[in-house]
């Protein structure tokens, strides 16, 4: 996934992120979920299994994601917290949602915090620290997500500017045994952050 020749592209940015109840939900192995409750707070760096019942209740097992790709990688089981099925919500893309950057002013950015809020990404040339940060790239056609990069925005030997990104998976497994993952370079105006 070296940089190519969408130089010259300008794509839409990728569909926003929004939660949905857990309860809607099937098949929930890996998928990227937040915990919380309405008017407390949310966390969100996890990934889910299945539901499982227990004393007649549903119930989320949920890790971090450091643990869920540990567990991938190795074939081990992970110990998971289990959390009620109303205190989780699945993260999805949302292809039929207005296709929009994040607003820059706070007024626009205020939320009812009765659910966790959509989140719109930002454009990578627009956010200071990438380093870390999960992003989406446009590459052929098509946004790839599940991206962390690696580095902040550099000028390439061909005088465009450029982020180094990893796959998220490789970004972990980074920080837990010291193997650097393969690094593939994205045009910025073509990356977009989480926000």
Do not use: K
């Given at each position: 996934?070296?940089?190519?020749?969408?130089?010259?592209?300008?794509p839409?940015p990728?569909?926003?992120?929004k939660a949905?109840?857990a309860?809607?939900?099937?098949?929930m192995?890996?998928?990227?979920?937040?915990?919380?409750?309405a008017?407390r707070g949310?966390?969100?760096?996890?990934?889910a299994?299945?539901?499982?019942?227990?004393?007649?209740?549903?119930?989320?097992?949920v890790l971090?994601?450091s643990?869920f790709?540990?567990?991938?990688?190795d074939?081990?089981?992970?110990?998971a917290a289990?959390h009620?099925v109303?205190?989780?919500?699945?993260?999805?893309a949302?292809?039929?949602?207005?296709r929009r950057?994040a607003?820059?002013?706070?007024?626009e950015?205020?939320?009812?915090?009765?659910?966790p809020?959509?989140?719109?990404?930002?454009?990578?040339?627009?956010?200071?620290g990438?380093?870390g940060?999960?992003?989406?790239v446009?590459?052929?056609g098509e946004?790839?997500a599940?991206?962390?990069?690696v580095?902040?925005?550099?000028?390439?030997?061909?005088?465009d500017i450029?982020?180094?990104?990893?796959?998220?998976?490789?970004?972990?497994r980074?920080?837990?045994?010291?193997k650097?993952?393969?690094i593939?370079e994205?045009?910025i105006?073509?990356?977009w952050?989480e926000?």
């Open positions: 996934m070296a940089a190519d020749g969408s130089r010259y592209e300008f839409d990728p569909p926003p992120t949905v109840p309860v809607q939900c099937f098949d192995r890996g998928a990227r979920v937040i915990v919380g409750a008017g949310w966390r969100g760096d996890l990934r299994d299945d539901p499982i019942m227990r004393g007649g209740e549903l119930w989320v097992p971090p994601e643990e790709y540990r567990s991938e990688d074939g081990d089981e992970a110990i289990l009620p109303e205190t989780v919500w699945v993260e999805q949302d292809p039929a949602m207005d950057t607003p820059p002013h706070l007024f950015r205020l939320v009812d915090n009765e659910s809020p959509t989140r719109y990404p930002v454009p990578a040339s627009d956010v200071h990438l380093t940060r999960r992003v989406w446009w590459r052929s946004f790839l599940d991206l962390r990069c580095c902040e925005a550099f000028e390439n030997s061909e005088g450029a982020i180094n990104v990893c796959a998220e998976r490789d970004w972990y980074w920080a837990r045994t010291g650097a993952p393969r593939d994205a045009l105006h073509l990356a952050v926000h």
